[in-house]
C-alpha cells in the first residue's frame, strides 16, 4: 500500500507559477510510475505528466508541455511538478498516483494508488 499526500497548490494570477509536491510512504518509492493528473468541475480526469521510476523518462499532455515539468526525488520518495506561464484552463484539482510496473502510462485506470488532490485556481 502507498500513501500520496500533495500539497502545493492554490489561487495564482494568469501567467504565474506553482509547484506541487506529493510525498509518498509505505512501500518502495523507486519502485512506482508516478503521473499527474487534473480534473476540472465537469470535466474527466486528465493526464498531465507522469515519470519513470528512474526519473529518465516523460511524458507530458500536449496542452501543458513546455509549461510544467514532472520530476521526482526518489531520496525524498517526493514527486513535483513544476508549473509555469499557468493559464486559467489549468484550473482544476491536482492529482498525483503511483502505479507499478516499468511502463510509462497514463490512463486514470493504469494507476494503483492515488492522493487526496490538491486545488489549483488560476485568475484570468
Known amino acids: 500500500q502507498v500513501q500520496l499526500v500533495e500539497s502545493g497548490g492554490g489561487l495564482v494570477q494568469a501567467g504565474g507559477s506553482l509547484r506541487l509536491s506529493c510525498a509518498a510512504s509505505g512501500h518502495t518509492f523507486n519502485n512506482y510510475v508516478l503521473g499527474w493528473f487534473r480534473q476540472a468541475p465537469g470535466k474527466e480526469r486528465e493526464s498531465v505528466a507522469a515519470?519513470?521510476?528512474?526519473?529518465?523518462?516523460?511524458y507530458y499532455a500536449d496542452s501543458v508541455k513546455g509549461r510544467f515539468t514532472i520530476s521526482r526525488d526518489n531520496a525524498k520518495d517526493t514527486v513535483y511538478l513544476q508549473m509555469n506561464s499557468l493559464k486559467p484552463e489549468d484550473t482544476a484539482v491536482y492529482y498525483c498516483?503511483?502505479?507499478?510496473?516499468?511502463?510509462?502510462?497514463?490512463?486514470?485506470?493504469?494507476?494503483?494508488?492515488w492522493g487526496q488532490g490538491t486545488q489549483v485556481t488560476v485568475s484570468s
Open positions: 515519470i519513470s521510476r528512474s526519473g529518465g523518462s516523460t
Open positions: 498516483a503511483a502505479r507499478r510496473g516499468i511502463v510509462v502510462l497514463t490512463s486514470t485506470v493504469d494507476y494503483d494508488y
